[in-house]
């Protein structure tokens, strides 16, 4: 009985040794510094997804009543400035509604921008994420609305990859190398 619990001492003491130790492995992190390659990468899946549509689908919806292909990445984009710029205390700056931009080349773009808009947001110091705002007049931490974004957009990849599969096309996520 005593050697099984000094055998299992000694397997537990290196791993509370380990959990003293700052980390940046994935599983250690906390706080903004573990959202942050979880947005990265579902920016560079949503960039990578607005270029493998074909530009004649962005029109595409599967039923009449759900939003089309580009009318999804608008939705985004115009969420990631709202999002963003409230984790930021700043003044939304996107005055276009981009769920109304029809064109390829125009949705890829307003994608692209919308997420350099956020980048900051998701690299601002550990004690600023946690302050305090008001947001869709609740409160909660500039972290909190940041993971709301990529709650947010999360879900919407969810229809992106959808409607790629429907078209014939292999979503980013599914591509491998992530």
């Known amino acids: ?34 959202v942050q390659p979880l947005y990265d990468r579902l920016k560079d899946l949503y960039l ?20 089309t ?3 999804i990445l608008g939705h985004v984009a115009n969420e990631n400035y709202l999002f963003c710029a409230a984790a930021k205390s700043e003044e939304n700056p996107n005055q276009a509604d981009f769920e109304k931009t029809t064109a390829k080349a125009a949705l ?19 004690m600023k994420a946690m302050e305090q705002i008001a947001f869709f007049r609740q ?3 500039r972290l909190w609305v940041l993971v709301f974004n ?23 996520s599914s591509q491998g190398g992530m």
Not at 48 to 67: C, D, I, N, W
Not at 109 to 116: G, Y
């Open 48 to 67: 990578r997804s607005a270029e493998l549509m074909p530009e004649q689908h962005y029109g595409f919806k599967p039923t009449p009543e759900v939003r």
């Open 150 to 172: 990529y709650g947010h957009d999360s879900e919407h990849y969810g229809n992106i990859v959808t409607y790629l599969r429907m078209k014939g096309l292999v979503p980013p």
């Open 139 to 141: 409160k909660g931490s």
């Open 69 to 71: 292909y580009g009318e």
């Open 108 to 126: 890829v773009q307003a994608v692209k921008e919308s997420f350099a808009y956020c980048d900051p947001a998701y690299r601002m110091d550990e």
């Open 1 to 34: 009985m005593k050697i099984g619990a000094l055998i299992l001492l000694a397997l537990a003491a290196p791993g509370a040794a380990a959990a003293q130790q700052p980390s940046h492995e994935h599983g250690l992190m906390s706080g903004i510094a573990a």
